[in-house]
């Protein structure tokens, strides 16, 4: 901006100068020519893009790209990794489920045998019973046979004692 400024401020020093010699009324003339080389202020050059200056720029412009496209895919590759994570937690979560599930079915087996082996009777208690039993049974064996025995006695004394009735004549009692 400021250059053309600097330029058209020129063309008109230039215009002024001339028409006052010439007496030109064109315009065509004046824009035609070059400005003067030192005249006002000098435009400031523009610096061409150097070779090295240009690689850094394309390096550094190439690198951001790349990083960016890696921090991209990274970051796909993290959301992944992190589904799969949350997927074998969830999963995990479900067996330990399972396995507590079953552990406390063992453990209320467990209490219920524990409360049948404490009532029901061991092979020494019942050992012990038969022979209580037993010595229960042969007893009363032995008092049926002393009651048939007394029984048989006392069936033998009403025999004897209807043979003897039976042998003397009927007294008449009165």
């Known amino acids: 901006m400021a250059s053309t ?19 030109l009324l064109s315009y065509s003339a004046v824009l035609r020519e070059e400005a003067p080389a030192h005249v006002g202020v000098a435009p400031s050059p523009k610096k061409p893009v150097g070779g090295i200056r240009g690689g850094v720029i394309g390096f550094l412009f190439g690198f951001s790209l790349a990083s960016s496209f890696a921090a991209y895919r990274l970051l796909d ?18 067996s330990t489920e399972k396995v507590s599930a079953h552990v406390r079915r063992i453990e209320a087996v467990e209490k ?16 012990r019973l038969r022979a209580e039993i037993k010595k229960i049974y042969d007893g009363l064996h032995i008092e049926f046979l002393d009651l048939r025995t007394f029984v048989w006695g006392m069936q033998q ?12 004549p009927p007294v008449e009692r009165i």
């Open 157 to 168: 004394d009403v025999h004897a004692i209807a043979k003897k009735d039976a042998k003397q």
């Open 5 to 23: 400024a600097t330029r058209s401020c020129t063309l008109i020093a230039r215009y002024a100068t001339r028409t006052t010699q010439n007496r």
């Open 77 to 94: 590759e993290y959301k992944q990794a992190s589904a799969t994570l949350q997927a074998s937690v969830e999963e995990l979560q479900q």
């Open 112 to 127: 219920d045998l524990k409360i049948l082996s404490n009532s029901s009777a061991s092979k020494d208690d019942l050992s």
